[in-house]
């Protein structure tokens, strides 16, 4: 059985403890976050407390906490040479104090407090600075899910860049075509099948090969026509700009 | 049983030939094409034809074909008074020669020909200039798919305009992160789960309670090192916009 103590409680921390919670062979020793309040509920399942000075023995101790945090909360635990991980996309291993055994435990996934996780098919980007951790951290990472990857830091961090654009400025292109559909009185919902077949369609194939439309046919009177359709003046910079890079994506320029 | 002749041989041809073909209380009466070679493999099936003089009676013919034929073809039909429909999401009823009876069939789908489609969740979008005609065509769709919607031609160009947002441009977008990720030797297969959820996400939120990420949190430290971290041009300014294009929808400027 691994003992984890869990540090922090925004979605991240959140999900972790659900996962956890459920999964065999892993015991929560204790929820640590900095106010009691976001944890209090859970005072029935799980030993809380506010104060690092009282954070009991455990084999490892997760820092699912913001950015910032890693540092400082790392800084004030109250114990050496045993094994911190973080849970950043972005941050280095090493900004987690070196008193003690430091890695990165990265869920490579999007997290909202109010829609649940399905963990076992979540990636898991694991790093330790101290090689002989690896396994362990590997065999915790499975008690969670199915997929696991040893992943360094310029990896990392290129993932936790790349995600922003599949999940962030994707979910700004959905908005805008929210936006233009309801201007014609249109529904979004139309658009949902469309939505899911585009990104399952990657599952397969590479989006080179998947790429479809006016861009890369470089048919110049549908893209010139949807310019002139597109009522909002950031609407038609976001249009230029994408067209642009499918063409030199593409060399049709 | 409805008569269905289908006119062009491209990728919504394809797909809608394969799904009139299996579909109950259809029968395609002729599948015609301006060459024979790429639906000579059917004629074991249907009855081909290069030759518009030679067009059988049907209760219904479907134009899909590029949206430049649709009125040169539509011209050139040998009959008047039928029904006859194009797929285009873009081209107006209008377009379709008025001595026959107008009238559109889109289904908005991403439709490749390597690309097996399940119909019956694709949107089929319906339009008929003459009134009565509306009950047939829908009648027609629901025998391939359990989503029809009626819609004008305004709303048409505008579902076909996001839809370039949410399937061409997203996909680049996909393609900008296989690019991000290969650079630095990281796995775009890693990314994969996230692209499905991003997806997922947005069939019951909307993508404005969707979205989270540095942009929205007006997180200026990590937007600066992600900045500093791209090595492309192309990518950086797809990442500075869609920024903007975040925080102005969220009212963070």
Redesign the interface.
């Known amino acids: 059985m691994i003992s984890v103590v869990l540090l922090g409680a925004g979605n991240v921390a959140s999900h972790l403890y659900n996962a956890f919670y459920e999964a065999e062979n892993v015991t929560i020793a204790q929820w640590y976050n900095r106010t009691l309040k976001p944890i209090q509920g859970f005072s029935n399942q799980v030993a809380i407390t506010d104060n690092v000075s009282q954070l009991v023995e455990a084999d490892v101790y997760i820092l699912a906490v913001s ?2 945090a890693i540092a400082p909360l790392s800084k004030a635990l109250p114990f050496e040479g045993r094994l911190v991980l973080h849970t950043s996309g ?1 941050t280095s291993a090493y900004d987690i104090d070196k008193k003690n055994r430091r890695g990165v435990f990265y869920p ?5 407090k ?2 649940a996780v399905n963990f076992s ?3 898991i ?1 694991l790093e330790t600075l101290v090689k002989k951790d690896y396994a362990f951290v590997k065999t915790l990472a499975r008690t969670i899910t199915n ?1 696991t ?1 040893r ?1 360094n830091s ?6 936790h ?18 936006e ?2 309801e ?6 919902d ?19 090969l ?7 046919r470089n048919d110049k ?2 893209i010139k ?2 310019l002139k ?2 009522e909002k003046e ?1 609407h038609r ?3 230029e ?2 067209t ?3 063409k ?2 593409h060399g049709k320029q």
């Open positions: 950015d910032d972005s490579l996934q999007t997290f909202s109010s829609t098919t979540v990636p980007c997929k990857h992943i310029d990896q990392r961090q290129a993932l860049l790349a995600a922003v654009f599949v999940n962030n400025f994707t979910n700004q292109l959905y908005r805008v075509a929210h233009i559909t201007s014609q009185g249109a529904e979004f139309i658009l949902k099948p469309l939505i899911l077949e585009t990104a399952n369609k990657v599952q397969e194939l590479s989006p080179y998947a790429q479809t439309g006016p861009a890369i009177k549908t026509r949807h359709q597109l950031g910079e976001i249009y700009l994408l642009q890079s499918i030199k994506t």
